[in-house]
């Protein structure tokens, strides 16, 4: 089994430049979720979505977007990128009976 | 009052010690604490979890402690390994909505030495 993959796995934009880190589970959860980890702080909920159709703001969504147009696919949109945004991005899968997170293996992006 | 705050920041034990990990919340409506193991270029990964109704979880060498009066809970492993040496978050979810938005610490890596 995949799980949950992500890609890119190492990405460096330039300031103002636009891209989308895809993110894909074959398990078919219903919920899907986009963090990003910085050293020291944990990890943060960008945006989250409990199933198809249906998206919603975490902790820190400013200058991010998502869709969720099948259960598989969960793709997070950086517009206009800028330093703040260098980070390792998860995303990760739950299942309907489960409070179990999988996650992805991640995607490091560097914004200079 | 969303906030995990988790203790301390790093960790240096010897094989066969106990290191012990804590976390502390403000929100009474968590119902769900988790803690991940994240080894250096993965995802992290569930180690174990509790609910506030059980003051004790063991899972192999691993134990979470959940104190609901003070709110606070705590990691410890027993027999520590050099392979149990990664970062490890604690982790909680607010209310029983079931949407799984988990609110995590800040992270401790711990090295355990041969």
């Known amino acids: ?112 | 009052q969303q906030q995990v705050k988790q203790s301390p920041q790093s960790l240096i034990v010897q094989k066969g010690g106990i290191p012990i990990i804590n976390c502390a919340y403000e929100n009474t409506a968590f119902d769900y604490f988790p803690w991940y193991q994240q080894f250096p270029g993965k995802g992290p990964a569930l180690l174990i979890a509790i609910r506030p109704d059980v003051s004790e979880k063991k899972e192999g060498r691993f134990t979470i402690s959940f104190n609901k009066s003070a709110k606070q809970f705590s990691l410890h492993i027993m027999d520590s390994q050099p392979g149990d040496s990664a970062t490890y978050f604690c982790a909680a979810a607010p209310g029983s909505s079931n949407t799984g938005k988990l609110i995590f610490g800040q992270g401790t890596t711990l090295q355990v030495k041969p």
């Open chain 1, 1 to 112: 089994n995949a799980g949950v993959t992500q890609t890119p796995k190492f990405r460096i934009l330039k300031i103002g430049q636009s891209m989308t880190l895809q993110c894909t589970q074959d398990m078919n959860h219903n919920y899907m979720y986009w963090y990003r980890q910085d050293p020291g702080m944990g990890l943060k909920l960008i945006y989250y979505s409990v199933g198809a159709g249906i998206t919603d703001k975490g902790e820190v969504p400013n200058g991010y977007n998502v869709s969720r147009s099948t259960t598989e696919d969960f793709p997070l949109r950086l517009e206009l990128a800028a330093p703040s945004q260098t980070s390792v991005y998860f995303c990760a899968s739950k299942g309907s009976n489960t409070g179990e997170l999988f996650f992805g293996e991640g995607s490091r992006l560097t914004v200079l």
